[in-house]
């Protein structure tokens, strides 16, 4: 649990903190060849609709280098 210094002004009703929940991560990496990363994710949560999970990845190739 992370912890915050309290700065709610006397007299305001606070919001109950909610606990972080991690339930899709996305991980990449540029590769041998690369000098950047060209790979892109998108990762989208529908709660209406039973918590559909919506994730989207694009292969960024570039097309092909020389081996040096």
Do not use: Q, W
């Not at 540029?30 to 990762?43: S, V």
């Not at 918590?51 to 097309?63: E, F, Q, W």
Request: charged share 20%.
């Amino acid at each position: 649990m992370f912890f915050r210094k309290n700065n709610i002004p006397a007299g305001t009703a606070a919001l109950p903190e909610l606990p972080v929940v991690c339930d899709a991560i996305a991980i990449s990496d540029k590769g041998p060849l690369r000098t950047n990363n060209e790979d892109t994710y998108l990762l989208i949560r529908f709660p209406a609709h039973n918590g559909t999970l919506l994730a989207m990845v694009a292969d960024g190739m570039g097309g092909i280098m020389p081996v040096k």
